[in-house]
Antibody, heavy 117, light 107 residues
Framework: QLQLQESGSGLVKPSQTLSLTCAVS??????????WSWIRQPPGKGLEWIAY???????YYNPSLKSRVTISVDSSKNQFSLKLSSVAAADTAVYYCARRGGGFDPWGQGTLVTVSS | DIQMTQSPSSLSASVGDRVTITCQAS??????LSWYQQKPGKAPKLLIYDASNLETGVTSRFSGSGSGTDFTFTITSLQPEDIATYYC?????????FGQGTRLEIK
């Protein structure tokens, strides 16, 4: 079945850029009408949608983060990526990748990114 | 942004109880609503999509209803494995937004 796995830097210094990749296995990132998403969850708090992308490259961003976020897709590697620039402590969160049809499903296991000097 | 307001924020119920969580959208989202279950340390799991469609493999003790601005998630006969936080989420408009969550505990 389809599986997603996040990877990337777990500790990022303030003002630097957070970079994460989501590897998709068990299916093609190019198949169907799905989009591929990033969602985050600060420790002990709720869920915040960040962005999603179609394999065609069409992108949609949360306006609250848009100026700092870039999402991209690499169909040849069956993966998609997130970059978040100028990070601050408030960006500390578990970052999830997920496929979006109607709802988000499946999700990766999540990766904790801590912003600290 | 569309605000999603869940109630209650927390809930304590007994095994076998019927449990209901409500989600109100700040504007009409037709039926573009999903429900998720999240257990500690785990990713959320999709339970319901398009307000009332049960995701494949999810127990039929879970159900969803509603349209427009008012939605309901119901668990019939609460089981110990249902202890989790539940979130609603709208996908009618960008940005996609989630409710604040309902923490469900066993009494």
């Amino acid at each position: 079945q389809l599986q997603l796995q996040e990877s990337g830097s777990g500790l990022v210094k303030p003002s630097q850029t957070l970079s994460l990749t989501c590897a998709v296995s068990g299916g093609s990132i190019s198949s169907g009408g799905y989009s591929w998403s990033w969602i985050r969850q600060p420790p002990g708090k709720g869920l915040e949608w960040i962005a999603y992308i179609y394999h065609s490259g069409s992108t949609y961003y949360n306006p609250s983060l848009k100026s700092r976020v870039t999402i991209s897709v690499d169909s040849s590697k069956n993966q998609f990526s997130l970059k978040l620039s100028s990070v601050a402590a408030a960006d500390t969160a578990v970052y999830y990748c997920a496929r979006r049809g109607g709802g988000f499903d499946p999700w990766g296991q999540g990766t904790l990114v801590t912003v600290s000097s | 942004d569309i605000q999603m307001t869940q109630s209650p924020s927390s809930l304590s119920a007994s095994v076998g109880d019927r449990v209901t969580i409500t989600c109100q959208a700040s504007q009409d989202i037709t039926n573009y609503l999903s429900w998720y279950q999240q257990k500690p340390g785990k990713a959320p799991k999709l339970l319901i999509y398009d307000a009332s469609n049960l995701e494949t493999g999810v127990t039929s003790r879970f159900s969803g209803s509603g349209s427009g601005t008012d939605f309901t998630f119901t668990i019939t006969s609460l089981q110990p494995e249902d202890i989790a936080t539940y979130y609603c989420q709208q996908y009618d408009n960008i940005p996609i937004t989630f409710g604040q969550g309902t923490r469900l505990e066993i009494k």
